[in-house]
């Protein structure tokens, strides 16, 4: 019989020195989302996900929680990213109201 394979770790960490979330997959970075803040505004201008991680929603968790962070934290966003714009645009009842 062979081993079970095991689920990946996956963990996203706010980068602050980066100025950016990153989501790391068994300690590896497959994506991240750059942001820089300004007199209480968040911008996004960047994602990415590496092209090998592709098409398994990393790119959509570390936008989420970078998103998420910014509401908890009462900051306005602006969605410079078009992926970001997109989610954000997905999903107006979360984030639109923050939108500058």
Known sequence: MSEAQQDPTVEIVDAVEQGRFELRVDGRLVSFVDYADHAGRR???HT???PEFGGRG???QVVRAALDEAVAAG???VPSCPFVRALVQQHPDEYGALVV
Do not use: E, H, L, V
């Open 43 to 45: 911008a996004f201008p």
């Open 48 to 50: 990415q996900t590496y």
């Open 58 to 60: 990393y790119g959509t």
């Open 75 to 77: 900051r306005s966003i």
